[in-house]
């Protein structure tokens, strides 16, 4: 660097550089335009905003990267989302993993953690805000720049500091807004300066990027190309700090930024033309909302509707789809799959889902949830009810003109799934279950009113059998609890139940485990075993 | 008819229908040999059998059938007040199939622990009954309120809310037994037999100025009687009703009147049995009343007894020949109210007024 050129940035130093600037392209080489550039890369002190940041890296040669595109020109070196800027932290974490070596971000406390256009960003409104990158021994651009970044300025006035890679009292690359427009300069290794500027709006959301491929210095905004200038060389290497949002001269950007995009190699247009991609969670339909009551084992064909709802300037995206709520007796013929859908379109899978045989009936809710696979994080789930038809009544078997089974005197008989009287007349029980014989082998309030009231009479519940409770141990002679009135007590209950025009089901209601007597009931604990006793089982 | 066992759970199909080890450290039996066991006897009767699951879970049946002739399968749908335990949703699975196949009885029914008294799921096990062809019986016939599940709210045959709706379901049938009913005649009519706190007795509700019933006058604010119901004495059994009688001053008389109410039974030629004991302090010329009201109009019959001559701490029988009143127009072919009074003397009677004290008395055992 001259003694003239070095006065010239004293001078510049201090005086507005907008107004030195060229309105449009320049390529580097005449005297003025190298002197506006060069007193808009020259920087102050870093240590005074990124302490340390002059130090040198350790001379580790640079590790190889893994690029999952196959192309580490489309993919970033580093990538500050900023969606993890929090109250707790200053650290802003690199999401990029392309290389061994990560690139935190550090943001001034004063750094406010805000909504952007793709989750958190950060936003830079007090003196002395910023946001830098200590220098990483791969920050090497000997090959070529990618810087990109959604940029939300509150307005496009004065010299406002976007992104810059400083080396020694200068800088490498610096993305800034200048004099109302968005420029993009370079230093070369030679000391020539290539810029490029573009204009842009105030107080919305910008996409800005730029990249240098050795040849060209090209701005692009909104993922479309603004500016372009050409200056063949390399671009100059030094020790350094990555600024965001300001500078150690305080030309701060006020505004929002968000998701800053940096690769050592200068991506292709389309690349940053996906970089203005801003995913949405896909919208998932899933239709007929309610089945028609549907009988076990029938299928119903359900349409799962995936819609993309991104902008042009995004990818097809795979979406997988999974069942997130499909249970019991539902069954789907598929749990999950993936569908590739274009930005905009909406793709199609059909499920089909039937309710298992034997299982409950009724309306059964369930769910399936659809992520974006580029984004995993961006889900929508859609519901719909299948409705399970109870199996038609069965039909009765009906009664034969003469019993097919033995009869009991006065009784009944079975055929198929009818209960019949022998005179061919199918028969239904209806009635009420009468305890207390199995806890008090005297029974409580039996009489012949009890049952009357219970029974056909008039002014009665019209009862055509009742249920009888009784207890083993009461009954059987070897019993401690036998009761030598119980067998008569039980008689004249059946007794005055038929004249009340009743059948009475006799229900052996609790026993013990075995052991006549064992068994006495407590509130706690009542004689109602798993089974009855095999000791017992003839009434021995 | 025999339904084998109330309510088989926690063993195997295997174990249900051919018994063996309950895993509880004792054997059990199995359904085939309890049917076998029925038959054995020559009784050709229909056999109800539960399922499993507390006697709800018959899909196991198809796979585990009782070899035999006149088998029902028998089914307790019980909910529970957060309706998720068997739910009607489940009911195909548990027991609707079978109804294809197989006669089915629900032969207990209701919700378990139901405070609130909803009578939804009754009405849903009825409705799906019905429509199965399905018979049930209703759980239970025994006045031990909601969360027994009961149908009665007493003896008296007052419906609980859920008992509502199976007394109007079973009013909508018309299906009688295959046998005519039996001939009527002996043993009570009725029975209260106090043996458990749950028995339908109540206090005479109104307070006629002039009898001064349900307390000990005057003074006003004096202590009424008190009822309750005593399980430790009782004859024959434990269980009695206890009244407890109060004097605090002199001049103070009582009249504890406890009434029920039947409906409309027909009681002619016989003779209603009551038992008292007084069980501490004196009741000096106070007396011990045993009442049948009879018709529309409660025409009066009643029977008094010298209390003050009862033998403290033993029991006494009194009758009341319904067939001895004279009243006009007493018809006991219609007696719809039946109770015991304890009185001492009243103003208007010219009585005798009693002195301070507590007398005890025990009722038990009142019948035809």
Avoid at chain 1, 46 to 69: D, E, N, Y
Wanted: net charge negative.
């Amino acid at each position: 660097m001259t003694d003239r050129r070095r006065s010239i940035e004293r001078l510049l130093f201090w005086v507005p550089a907008l107004a030195l600037l060229p309105a449009a392209c320049t390529t580097g080489g005449g005297d003025d335009g190298d002197a506006a550039l060069a007193a808009l890369m020259s920087d102050g002190d870093p240590s005074a905003v990124a302490p340390g940041a002059m130090t040198p890296p350790p001379p580790l040669p640079p590790p190889s990267r893994f690029c999952p595109s196959g192309d580490c020109a489309r993919d970033p070196l580093a990538f500050w989302r900023f969606d993890d800027c929090n109250t707790l932290s200053t650290q802003l974490a690199d999401t990029a993993f392309t290389s061994p070596i990560s690139h935190p971000a550090f943001r001034a406390v004063s750094v406010a953690c805000v909504a952007g256009i793709d989750a958190g960003a950060i936003q830079l409104a007090a003196a002395g805000d910023i946001a830098y990158a200590p220098d990483q021994p791969d920050f090497l651009f000997d090959h070529g720049l990618t810087v990109a970044a959604w940029i939300k300025p509150d307005s496009i006035a004065g010299l406002q500091t976007i992104v810059r890679k400083r080396f020694d009292g200068s800088s490498a690359f610096l993305l800034a807004i200048v004099g109302r427009k968005l420029t993009f300069a370079v230093q070369l290794a030679s000391g020539r300066f290539a810029s490029a500027s573009a204009a842009i709006p105030a107080g919305t959301f910008t996409h800005v990027a730029a990249t240098y491929d050795g040849q060209n210095a090209i701005l692009y905004v909104n993922g479309a190309v603004a500016a372009k200038a050409q200056a063949a060389g390399t671009l100059a290497a030094g020790v350094g700090p990555i600024f965001v949002g300001n500078d150690a001269t305080g030309r701060q950007f006020k505004g929002i930024v968000d998701d800053v995009w940096l690769n050592t190699l200068a991506a292709p247009a389309d690349v940053i033309l996906g970089l203005t991609c801003i995913r949405k969670p896909p919208v998932v339909a899933l239709t007929p909302g309610t089945t028609p009551p549907t009988p076990p084992g029938t299928p119903v064909a359900f349409d799962l509707a995936i819609t993309n709802p991104n902008g042009p300037s995004c990818p097809v995206d795979s979406f997988e789809f999974f069942a997130s709520g499909v249970g019991f007796p539902l069954q789907p013929d598929q749990f999950a799959g993936v569908l590739s859908v274009a930005p905009g379109q909406t793709a199609h899978a059909t499920i089909n889902v039937s309710a298992l045989p034997g299982g409950p009936t009724g309306p059964f809710p369930f769910s399936y949830t659809v992520a974006d696979l580029a984004t995993f994080n961006l889900q929508a789930s859609a519901q719909a009810t299948f409705v399970v038809a109870a199996p038609p009544p069965p039909t009765r078997t009906g009664c034969a003109p003469m019993p097919t089974a033995p009869v009991a005197p006065g009784g009944y008989y079975v055929n198929g799934n009818t209960v019949c009287t022998p005179d061919g007349r199918a028969h239904l029980f209806h009635g009420v279950d009468r305890p207390s014989l199995e806890w008090s082998s005297a029974g409580q309030n039996l009489s012949k009113g009890d049952f009357a009231l219970m029974g056909s009479g008039p002014g009665s519940w019209n009862a055509n059998v009742v249920r009888i409770a009784l207890n083993q141990d009461f009954w059987l002679a070897g019993s401690p609890l036998a009761d030598p009135s119980y067998p008569d007590t039980v008689s004249q209950a059946i007794a005055w139940a038929e004249m009340a025009g009743m059948d009475v089901i006799l229900d052996l209601h609790w026993s013990d485990q075995g052991v006549l007597g064992s068994c006495v009931s407590t509130p706690t604990m009542t004689c109602q075993q798993l089974m009855p006793d095999a000791t017992r089982a003839t009434g021995a | 008819m025999f339904e084998l066992y109330n309510e088989p759970h926690d063993v195997s199909w295997d174990v249900w229908r051919n018994g063996g080890d309950t895993g509880a450290g004792w054997k059990a039996v199995g359904m085939q040999q309890l049917y076998d066991a029925v038959r054995a006897t020559g009784a050709q009767n229909l056999v109800l059998i539960g399922g499993l699951n507390w006697a709800y879970d018959l899909s196991g049946v198809p796979a585990n059938r009782v070899k035999g002739y006149n088998i029902v399968y028998a089914t307790h749908p019980y909910g529970t007040p957060d309706g998720f335990t068997r739910p009607p949703s489940d009911w195909d699975r548990a027991w609707g199939s079978l109804t294809a196949t197989d006669p089915v009885v629900a032969t207990e029914f209701g919700v378990l622990n139901d405070t609130a008294c909803t009578t939804g799921y009754d009405q849903q096990v009825i409705t799906y009954a019905d429509a199965h062809s399905a018979g049930w019986t209703a759980w239970a016939w025994y006045p031990g309120g909601c969360t027994f599940p009961a149908v009665i709210n007493d003896w008296a045959g007052t419906p609980s809310p859920t008992g509502m709706v199976v007394k109007a379901a079973l009013g909508g049938y018309h299906d009688p037994p295959a046998s005519p009913p039996l001939p009527g005649g002996g043993g009570p009519d009725l029975a209260y037999t106090f043996d458990s706190s749950v028995q339908g007795w109540s206090f005479n509700t109104y307070d006629d100025p002039n009898q001064q019933n349900l307390a000990v006058h005057p003074p006003a604010g004096g202590a009424p009687p008190t009822l309750a119901f005593d399980s430790t004495d009782g004859s024959p059994d434990p269980g009695a009703l206890r009244v407890t009688v109060d004097f605090e001053d002199f001049n103070q008389y009582v009249d504890a009147n406890i009434n029920f109410a039947p409906p409309g039974l027909n009681l002619t030629g016989k003779v209603l049995h009551a038992r008292i004991k007084l069980v501490s302090g004196a009741f000096p010329q106070g007396a011990f009343q045993l009442h049948a009201s009879t018709g529309s109009s409660y025409t009066w019959g009643a029977v008094f007894f010298n209390a003050s001559a009862l033998p403290p701490g033993q029991w006494v029988d009194f009758d009341l020949d319904l067939g001895a009143v004279t009243s006009s127009g007493y018809d006991p072919s219609q007696v719809v109210q039946i109770g015991v009074q304890l009185l001492s003397g009243l103003p208007s009677g010219g009585g005798t007024f009693m002195s301070p004290g507590t007398a005890v008395f025990d009722i038990d055992t009142v019948t035809d």
